[in-house]
């Protein structure tokens, strides 16, 4: 297996209006859950500048730390909040190329 990270993306389009609402309630479950479970890495929210969605990008050590997260009950409890301002889909995979200037 391969020592490189696996990278989560939530692509989260979000209810007109919602969007601040939808970033608060994500800022608050990766400084209150996310950042104490196993496996976690790192983390980042990208907000459209129109207000339409939200991308949520953040690395785990292995595919068994995004499933036990996904599995975790304070987890499973903080999923319908997101459902309530906005629409998911998730990819899971790995970096295949990474350029920086």
Do not use: C
Request: aromatic share 4%; no cysteine.
């Amino acid at each position: 297996m391969s020592d490189e990270s696996v990278i989560l993306i939530n692509l989260l389009k979000v209810k007109p209006g919602k969007q601040d609402a939808l970033i608060a309630l994500l800022k608050q479950n990766t400084d209150t859950v996310v950042r104490t479970l196993h496996g976690w890495k790192t983390t980042r929210l990208i907000a459209a500048n129109d207000g339409a969605g939200v991308v949520i990008y953040s690395e785990w050590e292995t595919p068994a730390a995004v499933e036990a997260m996904r599995s975790d009950p304070r987890m499973k409890a903080y999923f319908p909040k997101i459902i309530e301002l906005a629409s998911l889909d998730s990819i899971v995979g790995s970096a295949v190329l990474s350029e920086t200037r």
